[in-house]
């Protein structure tokens, strides 16, 4: 018989973090690094569905771990894997620990990693806006995003890494972080490794939206199940707290949002959206004399312009008044309307 194989999930994730997606390498926009090669074992390779003789005697599946998230307006997700076993002939521990906050409106992807029960190191984007800080004792910067945002970010190749389900059987129903939830239970058939491994999981599905509340599983898995000359105990804890609460918390060294900078507006501009720190409005313009407009109107402040850089038909430009507050804009031109939003972030924090 053919034998499975599950990625050792956490030592992927970590190499990955570590190495050419490390959210703290210059190289690499804060939450949107490059996407790692597909290969197999990899946390971006499709989940596979087991044949019909292993699946779970019950009649739930689970294909994807982010499913009903989409249609949330914000949430907070929390994910701690570890492992325990041999690698070769040398005993290994490891944990790797994610939080990421998440807020559609306005756009907010946060996220705070720990390594082996240690902060180490937070990224995000907020709109145009991305932070990094590589380790709890350094800086933490805010920079114009250098990239339209459609790479996958290390927060979520992790949460991607919540192994599908295929058969698991239904519990009961129960209220969970205020949600009704509708909970199931599963072992190792449901992951298409009957007789190759031991496996034990819960997971609790939203009963109206169908997304994930909370997923736990512990697999004792012999050698080679997760890759060549690997054996152990493998743990996934997983849960989604805070859902519509809009909160977000950006560590304390990173520059927040700042409500009253006067940055100019376009004469005759529609205000579409207005929020503290954050606004969005259209005015019948071109992009060049949207540019033209704002570097005399930053001349005349004594302000700071920086050079206009284009995504597409996505231009962006960052304004820094005296007292060192930053606004980033994001200028969009469709037909003869052009968008405008308007992000403003207070002075970098000093010791």
């Excluded at 997700?77 to 998440?102: H, K, M, N, P």
Aim: proline share 10%; with cysteine.
């Amino acid at each position: 018989m053919k034998k499975s194989r599950l990625p050792l999930v956490l030592l992927i994730i970590l190499a990955l973090i570590l190495a050419g997606c490390n959210p703290g390498s210059p190289a690499a926009p804060a939450d949107n690094p490059p996407a790692p090669p597909d290969q197999a074992g990899s946390p971006t390779a499709a989940p596979q569905q087991p044949a019909a003789q292993s699946k779970g005697p019950g009649d739930f599946d689970l294909s994807s771990p982010a499913a009903g998230l989409e249609n949330l307006q914000s949430y907070r997700q929390s994910l701690r894997t570890s492992f325990d076993g041999q690698i070769g002939a040398e005993q290994r521990q490891s944990s790797l620990s994610l939080v990421r906050e998440v807020v559609n409106d306005p756009p907010t992807r946060l996220s705070w990693l720990e390594m082996d029960g240690k902060p180490a190191q937070f990224y995000g984007r907020m709109g145009s806006v991305e932070y990094r800080q590589p380790a709890p004792d350094a800086n933490c910067t805010a920079t114009a995003a250098t990239d339209a945002g459609g790479q996958p970010s290390p927060a979520e190749l992790q949460l991607a890494t919540l192994p599908p389900i295929f058969g698991a059987t239904l519990a009961g129903e129960e209220q969970l972080n205020g949600v009704s939830a509708r909970h199931y239970t599963f072992d190792e058939r449901a992951l298409g490794l009957a007789g190759q491994a031991v496996a034990s999981g819960e997971v609790w599905v939203a009963a109206s939206g169908g997304y994930i509340l909370r997923y736990t599983l512990r697999l004792d898995a012999p050698a080679d199940l997760l890759g060549p000359e690997v054996s152990g105990v493998q743990t996934w804890t997983y849960e989604l707290s805070e859902i519509d609460a809009g909160k977000t918390s950006l560590p304390q060294a990173c520059q927040p949002l700042q409500a009253d900078i006067p940055v100019p507006v376009l004469e005759n501009a529609v205000m579409l959206q207005q929020e503290p720190g954050y606004w969005v409005y259209q005015v019948t313009s071109g992009i060049e004399p949207a540019i033209a407009f704002y570097q005399q109107q930053a001349e005349a402040l004594g302000w700071k312009i920086g050079t206009p850089t284009a995504f597409g038909d996505v231009t962006r430009l960052s304004l820094r008044p005296p007292d060192g507050s930053l606004a980033q804009l994001t200028l969009q031109a469709q037909g003869d309307l052009l968008t405008v939003t308007v992000q403003t972030l207070a002075p970098m924090p000093t010791e």
